[in-house]
């Protein structure tokens, strides 16, 4: 970790006021000091940082594995809650060079009921 990180840890800890941090590190803003002090307690591993939409994206990637049967198992927590699927969507399976697309079937309006028969 960086040296000017863990004096303001230290400082923050011993109660220092931000006047005097500032002063005594060099920082000229209140933003400047809240964004060192932020990324302080990432490096410390006091926080998370916070994750971007990419990162996010890509930390929910799984690993899914073919069984001996050929079948691939999608739990209800990555359809539903995760994708947003519904219990009773259609899906539609497609193949992209190695990838496998799953898309939502569209629904069909139902047709009026043919054959009926006006008289008149």
């Not at 004096?7 to 005097?20: A, C, F, I, Q, Y």
């Not at 500032?22 to 920082?27: A, D, Q, S, V």
């Not at 990419?54 to 927590?77: F, H, M, P």
């Amino acid at each position: 970790m960086r040296e000017e990180y863990k004096r303001l840890l230290e400082m923050v800890k011993n109660g220092v006021p931000d006047k005097e941090i500032m002063r005594e590190l060099g920082i000229k803003t209140k933003a400047k000091l809240k964004r060192m002090y932020y990324n302080a307690l990432v490096e410390a591993g006091k926080i998370k940082d916070i994750l971007t939409e990419r990162e996010a994206r890509k930390a929910k990637k799984r690993t899914l594995t073919i069984s001996k049967r050929g079948t691939v198992i999608l739990g209800k927590s990555l359809l539903i809650d995760e994708m947003g699927f519904k219990v009773g969507d259609k899906l539609i399976v497609s193949r992209r060079r190695d990838s496998i697309i799953l898309k939502k079937e569209k629904e069909v309006p139902s047709a009026p009921p043919s054959g009926s028969s006006e008289q008149g």
